[in-house]
């Protein structure tokens, strides 16, 4: 499962259902590039692309932008921590009252646009996210290995018996500049791109959960996650994820595990408590790996939908690399 809260999915939902019944939309196996654009007939669809940048001085960020969108409209978000200074210095959110039209691959939520463009082989990524005041993240996004179909081909299952259509590209050269404090700063890095939709069912056994993706310093990728019940323990039967090889051969994971280790906090804001650090153990792949928050202040809050963790978290013991790590914990269980 991918690309959001799945609390921000039930709330959608609601926010959807208010204006139009759930139109039929039917999952078809990805097939790219036709499946890059917006999906008519489906609940719930976002695009959600997240990165770890560096500035020229060596400063590290690291940032997100996404836009989730329903037949009603779309919700945009960007989100950017300076790592060193733990702190947020560009954090916005917009509401659009219209849909996107089908088959748009150029997505705008008011301040943020999202754009996939056919250029070369696998295409890139556009992000331009700007707020009052001036502060503003511009970045593109190059694949540098072919995308990465999950579950089966493209097909993954989700808790509560649903589906939904899913793929990444997990290696993205980036450039760009990001202006904040009245300072703009050139930036490049490795960015990671989802895509997703499908009709979510709201149920609370989808409101809950862990992701991890690791860009490893071998040329390996990773995406896992989980479901949680009420005491954040994996739901069986659900959870996996896949593994990219340095040539870009993606294989399923099958299992995992994901222990959290040392503290726990309760950002402001946040209902819930989020582990800082993490051993995450994928034997097919030969990889046990301790990773803990790059920052403490990675908690997004959002204005009217329910916050979540997305934030940056090193690696201290095994392969070498950096992660992200996105917690969803607002909801209750079931």
Not at 54 to 65: I, K, Q, V
Not at 88 to 106: C, I, K
Not at 166 to 177: E, F, H, I, K
Not at 305 to 334: H, K, M, N, Q, Y
Request: charged residues 20%; contains cysteine; hydrophobic residues 45%.
């Amino acid at each position: 499962m991918r690309a959001s809260t799945a609390v921000w999915i039930a709330s959608l939902l609601v926010w959807a259902a208010c204006a139009a019944p759930a139109a039929a939309g039917t999952l078809q196996p990805v097939k790219l590039p036709r499946d890059h654009g917006a999906h008519a007939g489906f609940s719930v669809e976002w695009w959600y692309t997240t990165g770890h940048a560096t500035a020229a001085h060596g400063r590290r960020y690291f940032w997100f932008a996404t836009i989730w969108a329903t037949p009603r409209g779309a919700v945009g978000r960007v989100n950017v921590v300076d790592i060193k200074r733990d702190k947020v210095v560009l954090a916005e959110q917009w509401t659009r009252t219209a849909p996107l039209a089908a088959g748009a691959r150029d997505l705008v939520a008011g301040g943020l646009r999202l754009r996939w463009l056919a250029s070369g082989r696998l295409g890139r990524v556009t992000v331009d996210a700007h707020v009052d005041g001036g502060d503003r993240l511009r970045l593109v996004l190059v694949p540098e290995r072919p995308y990465a179909l999950h579950g089966d081909r493209g097909i993954v299952p989700l808790a509560g018996n649903g589906t939904s259509a899913y793929y990444s590209a997990t290696r993205l050269a980036t450039t760009g500049t990001l202006r904040t404090g009245g300072r703009a700063l050139r930036v490049k890095g490795l960015a990671w791109f989802d895509h997703q939709c499908g009709d979510f069912a709201v149920v609370l056994d989808t409101l809950r959960w862990d992701w991890f993706a690791c860009q490893l310093a071998d040329g390996r990728d990773l995406m896992v996650s989980r479901f949680l019940d009420a005491n954040d323990q994996p739901l069986p039967g659900v959870g996996g994820g896949t593994l990219v090889g340095r040539g870009g051969h993606a294989v399923r994971v099958q299992a995992f595990s994901a222990t959290p280790v040392g503290p726990a906090i309760q950002p402001p804001g946040a209902s819930a408590t989020y582990p800082l650090a993490w051993r995450l153990v994928v034997p097919q792949a030969g990889l046990d790996l301790r990773l803990r928050a790059a920052a403490r202040h990675q908690f997004v809050q959002m204005q009217i939908l329910p916050g979540f963790w997305e934030g940056e978290a090193s690696i201290l013991r095994g392969a070498r690399g950096v992660c992200t790590v996105e917690d969803v914990r607002e909801a209750p269980a079931a």
